[in-house]
Structure formats: structure tokens, C-alpha cells
């Protein structure tokens, strides 16, 4: 309730969406469905489903739609030059989206709790499950809530294709995760099951498998929670340097390459270089991104360059976008990887033959593939305006999956490299032609961007002297 009073945005959402009525329909909608199981097992599982239904589904899009609608309705404006702070806009905004699907989701949780006790699920276990389910609801919210600000300016149409795009991703994700958990539970007549007990490594941490998910998504959450809240600081016109967001870059795969102790005799090399072409490879991913939802425009270009001309570095890291950071990164650790890579490359072949020479592969034209990709968003966004993402990812679909199909129906697949920084195929053999390809791209991609973008300057600097 204390949150609720120093909260003005959490309390005028709550204001807004629950109502007597609401509050009284979904108990029973939410009990008529829950008598029609028959046993603790169903009343579990059905509830689990419900959960994740309302919680991440449906409360990840309505968190999506919360900025741009509010843009829509001409209120976002009077509302971020208000004398809320950023933190308190971002809890605001979080759990005031969402509260009605919360409200369904602890009747959910509840009801699981009840049912597990009654099938003599261990406390503890119970706990760590019930957290897992709140932790992954909160994580979908703020990552789709993130996605919905970055891409509020586009038409309504791509924006919400997108982010559908997204949550079904997500499902299948969650879907995958709930059948193994239900085959288990299937096997055994109970929730608490083998594969719950079943323990393995993070670094020097061995522990079952519902603490390593717990874990995983305590550390997921800080990030995306840490995202919102510079997203919204961004919003209200604060500075957000880089720095923070390199850590992410950093931390993300480094945590996750804990795992990797749980491969018999890995060799420092071998664990490095597998890192650093993790951080590279996350860094690639997360640039296309931010490239996605971050804006190309050639004044914000104009004032970095200033600020970097007259070293003044810390504007400089102000006006820099963050799919140049991610850029940056990228290059540094795939360099980085490169180097680990000569060092460990005989005992990566332990791994699986071929293994070694795919690693070389992909550390030499992920950064062509990026410098390609980069120079479609910069064209495109220099020369198209409103239509440049659609227009982007129309480019993007043909070079990642319509020339790849037209190579194997014509039986090329040896070429299939030169559209994937990632050769997949246990039989690829190294070839200079699926660099050489890449690598042609790349570069009338960065002659077509150097053009526009003098034409563009000249523009713009012959407007301002005038």
C-alpha cells in the first residue's frame, strides 16, 4: 500500500483498470474453469497454463501496448515532463499495465500452491517453482515493455506484428519448457520430479535444476528491469552513458558460459575462446536489435562527430546509439576470439571434428555480415524515412532466407555459409568464396552509405549556413 501511495502512476493505472465489477468476474471465470479438473495433477497443470496465458502472454502485450498507447491518447508527453522520477515511472508503468493480470495470476499461483501441496510436492521446491513463475512473467513484461517504447514510431501495423512476433517466440520458448516439465510429471504422478532433482555445474556450483532456472532468471530480470528503468530515463531526457550496457554485453555470456564446466577436461584456451566468441556472437544479435528500434538520423551522427572532434568523450558516449556500442563490441571480442582461437584451435577439434575450422569460419565474417546488415538499416533509414524498418526487414527476409532456399533447390548448398555467419552443417568444409561473397556485400553496402550520406551532409550543412 506504500507503494501504491508514493506511486502516482501505479496508483492512477490501478485507478483506471480495476473496477468492482472486474474484480469480482475473474474469481469466477477463473473457478468455473478450475472445476472442470478432476484431480490435483489437472488443477496444477491447468493452472500453471492459465498462469502463463494471462501473466505472460496477454500481460506481456498489454505492457507492449502501454507507451504507444499512450502516445496514441496525446497524454505520454504531459506525462514524462512530469515531476515523476524515472524509477518511479518505471514501476509505474511496469506493474500498472499489468495489475489485472497479476490480480488473475496470484488467484493462479494460489490455486497451484494448494494443488502441489496436495500432491506432496517438497517446500522448498515448491517455492523455487512458484518464484520461476512470477520471474519469468516479470522478465516477458519488462523485455516487451522495452520493445514497445523502442517501437512506438512505427506504423501500428509493423509495431504490432513485432511484437506478436516476439510473444510467440516466447510461447514456443515456454511451451517447450511446460511439456518437459509435464512428461515428467506424467511419468511420475507428481510435480516434484527426477528431472527437478537432477543436478549440474555453473562454474564451481553444482545444484538442481529448478535453482539453476531460478538463478538464470533472477539475473535476466535485474537486466531487463535495469533496461526499462534507462529506457524510461532516456524518455524523460536524462543521459545514459555506455558503459552500463557494455557490462550487459558482457555479463550476459559470461554467465551463461558457466555452463561450460560441465564439459570434461575444458581447457582455459578452449573456455575463452568459446567466451569471446559468445560475448561476439550476443553482441551481433543484440546490434541488429537495437539497430531495429534505435534511431538513424543524420543530426544525431552530426553531434556525435562534433562532441568526438572537440574530445569531449563523455557527450560523446551520451550521443553514441547503442547498436554502434554493440558494433564496437562485437569487433573487439571477435579480434579478441581470434586470438584465443590459434591458441586452442587443436584441442577444439575434441569437441567434434570439423568444430575448429566452423569457429574460424564464423570469427571471420560475423563483422561482414554486420558491416552488411548495418549498412542496409543506415541506407534505408537515410533514404526512406517512416517505411525504412519494413523496408529493412524485407531485405533482411530475402538475404537470410529466400536466397539460402533458392541455394538448395538448385543444389548449391555449398554456398550456404555465404548467407549464415553461423555454418551449421557438420559437413561444411572452408571455402574463400563464402567470404569472398560477404565480403563483396559488405562493401557496397559501406560505398552506398558513404554516398547518401554525403549527399545527405551537403544538404543539411548547406541549410544551416543559409
Not at 506525462?79 to 508503468?93: I, N, V
Not at 552530426?302 to 551520451?318: C, E
Not at 569487433?331 to 577444439?348: D, K, P, R
Request: charged share 15%; aromatic share 16%.
Amino acid at each position: 500500500m506504500k507503494l501504491i501511495r508514493i506511486n502516482p502512476e501505479l496508483q492512477r493505472n490501478i485507478w483506471e483498470t480495476i473496477t468492482p465489477t472486474k474484480l469480482v468476474i475473474m474469481p469466477i471465470v477463473l473457478g468455473l474453469i478450475f472445476m472442470l479438473v478432476d484431480s490435483a495433477v489437472q488443477l496444477a497443470t491447468v493452472s500453471l497454463v492459465l498462469f502463463y496465458i494471462i501473466t505472460v502472454m496477454v500481460g506481456s502485450y498489454m505492457a507492449g501496448e502501454e507507451i504507444p498507447g499512450e502516445i496514441q491518447d496525446k497524454t505520454w508527453d504531459w506525462q514524462r515532463m512530469s515531476a515523476m522520477t524515472p524509477m518511479q515511472m518505471t514501476l509505474g508503468k511496469l506493474w500498472g499495465s499489468t495489475i489485472y493480470q497479476w490480480y488473475a495470476g496470484v488467484i493462479c499461483i494460489i490455486v497451484f500452491i494448494v494443488a502441489s501441496i496436495a500432491l506432496k510436492m517438497d517446500v522448498l521446491r515448491l517455492i523455487q517453482f512458484v518464484f520461476c513463475m512470477i520471474l519469468t512473467a516479470t522478465f516477458f513484461q519488462s523485455i516487451t515493455m522495452i520493445f514497445g517504447i523502442g517501437t512506438r514510431d512505427m506504423p501500428i501495423g509493423l509495431r504490432r506484428f513485432l511484437i506478436i512476433a516476439v510473444l510467440l517466440s516466447l510461447g514456443i520458448i515456454l511451451v517447450t519448457i511446460f511439456i518437459v516439465f509435464s512428461f515428467a510429471s506424467y511419468l511420475d504422478k507428481k510435480i516434484d520430479t527426477e528431472i527437478i532433482e537432477h543436478s549440474f555445474n555453473w562454474f564451481f556450483l553444482k545444484l538442481p535444476i529448478i535453482t539453476h532456472f531460478l538463478m538464470a532468471l533472477f539475473f535476466l530480470n535485474a537486466w531487463s528491469f535495469i533496461g526499462l528503468y534507462r529506457a524510461f530515463r532516456t524518455e524523460m531526457y536524462y543521459f545514459n552513458g555506455p558503459e552500463l550496457y557494455i557490462v550487459f554485453l558482457i555479463s550476459i555470456p559470461f554467465y551463461f558460459s558457466g555452463y561450460l564446466t560441465n564439459i570434461p577436461n575444458l581447457s582455459i584456451s578452449i573456455y575463452l575462446t568459446l567466451l569471446f566468441a559468445g560475448i561476439a556472437l550476443f553482441a551481433y544479435n543484440s546490434t541488429l536489435i537495437t539497430a531495429l528500434i534505435d534511431k538513424m538520423e543524420i543530426v544525431g551522427f552530426r553531434r556525435l562527430f562534433y562532441h568526438l572532434k572537440i574530445k569531449d568523450y563523455k557527450k560523446a558516449g551520451y550521443n553514441t546509439p547503442m547498436w554502434l556500442v554493440s558494433f564496437i563490441t562485437e569487433i573487439f571480442f571477435s579480434v579478441f576470439a581470434l586470438g584465443m582461437y590459434f591458441i586452442a584451435s587443436s584441442e577444439l577439434n575434441k569437441f567434434e571434428e570439423g568444430f575448429s575450422t566452423r569457429i574460424f569460419f564464423f570469427l571471420l565474417v560475423i563483422n561482414l555480415f554486420l558491416v552488411r546488415d548495418l549498412g542496409i538499416f543506415l541506407y534505408n533509414n537515410f533514404t526512406q524515412g517512416r517505411n525504412a524498418t519494413g523496408i529493412t526487414l524485407a531485405y533482411l527476409f530475402v538475404l537470410y532466407q529466400i536466397l539460402p532456399a533458392l541455394m538448395v533447390t538448385s543444389g548449391n548448398e555449398q554456398l550456404l555459409p555465404a548467407f549464415y555467419p553461423i555454418p551449421y552443417d557438420k559437413n561444411f568444409e572452408f571455402s574463400w568464396i563464402n567470404i569472398l561473397i560477404p565480403l563483396i556485400q559488405a562493401v557496397i553496402m559501406v560505398l552506398l552509405v558513404k554516398k547518401v550520406w554525403e549527399e545527405k551532409n551537403a544538404k543539411l550543412q548547406a541549410s544551416i549556413q543559409n
